[in-house]
């Protein structure tokens, strides 16, 4: 009963023709047309064009002779290893993986298609337009794909094309599974809530995520198809009761998968090898931000300084003429923060409030039921007319670069908190304290205040636990359009 009166209250995805599946299905065809057009082009490029050199009269060939070629060199290119396996639905692979497959596999057809001309000895061949023809073929491929993800994430954002997930389990697993989907949305999936064998820890919602109670309740969520997929993230002790769940969605033809518990680590740590069909298991036990990824994130803090120096300090200075011609009182804000490994340090931005605005602090957190781990409003009545602006456009953060260049900050992070806000902690989301905090971050890009503390804290995890160069990168350009148009930000 409890499940059923659960059920009626969960979010239903938006109804609509999934257009990304359709396109998908139709890759293979339009690969082949597309390494035909390739020929094509390549055929104009060399015997009309004449590009890179002049064709001599006598070796003048129709586009006709070519044909054949371009008829054998699709499927070579096609059925080949690197790309064979494009064609088959897989989550999390990247453009840029696409990219690399299809190299190769133009690489190997060109090479076969080289042999077969030194073996027959054709009339009329061009090894100049063959190579041409690769090139193309791996632009025009790589650029089909990219339609196809630009089609799958406009669809994915409206909704469509969203498989709907049921975790079972919320210990450090699943905080680790919900993280990576939350961090991720152009993989397709959308929490719906989730269980554990703890009916307190699973009553309680983690932020926008519902709790919906005790593993009991899961027959009447799949009998009334809340969930297209049910992810398990239970604890190894509690085995049997992994393979009950696992036996139910069966029952119910529900998509299952179960994340193996490995000495309570991310899956990011751990390799796995093949012998003879026997999985192997290693454990890397030291963290992507390690001494070395710290060195190489404070190299990247200081060049970023230093290259937007020159803007910083215009936009600066006009933001500081117009604070002190708006309200009295001090330009900058100093406030206490932890930072890395529970380190304090003192924290500038720019004023965004009246003076004595910390004193209301707590009467506003009493009097509006405000999260007191993240308190925010989004009509702070404290703000002056040129800090609502500022808070907007998260300009008021710009002085955090003095913190960076000190060393207590990075420009890409979790956000520092307070120290009333740390005694607040769960044990798990003391977790963010394991690197510099970051003038932005992963939840920052992923809807700002809008997203609840909790999920905030998801989000950074995900961030500690999978960091890379290429993830900084991404968050940086990310901020970017999030900070000129406001989004999420009071």
Known sequence: MEAQETSKTMPTLPAGIDWGRRYFRLLPLLDFLLVVVAFRLAYTLRYQWQVIRPVDEAFFAPFDIFLPYALVFAPLVMFSPPVAVLYRVQRGRTWTEEIYRIIFGSAMATVIIMAISFLLQPRAFSRLLILMAAGIVVVLLSLNRLVYRLIRQHLRRKGIGVERVLLVGAG??????????????????????????????????MGRVRGLGDV????GLLANHEADLVVVALPWDVREKMMEVVALCEKQAVTCRVVPDLFQLNMSQVQSENLEGIPLLGVRTSPHLNRSGLALKRLIDLLVVIIGSPLIALVGGIISIAIKLDSKGPIFYTQKRVGKDGRMFQMIKFRTMIPGADKQHQDLIRSTGADPKRPKWENDPRRTRVGRFLRRTSLDELPNIINVIRGEMSIVGPRPPTPDEIEL?????????NTFPGMTGLWQVSGRSKVPFEEQCLLDIYYIENWSLGLDIQIMLRTIPNVLLGNGAY
Do not use: C, M
Not at 216 to 219: E, G, I, V, Y
Not at 425 to 432: F, G, I, S, V
């Open 425 to 433: 902690y769960a044990p798990w989301q003391r977790q963010r304290l």
């Open 216 to 219: 009991s309740n899961l027959p």
């Open 172 to 205: 450090h697993v699943g905080r680790t599974v919900l993280s990576a989907i939350l961090a991720r949305p152009d993989l397709g999936y959308r929490p719906i809530g989730y269980l554990d064998d703890n009916p307190e820890r699973g009553s309680v919602d």
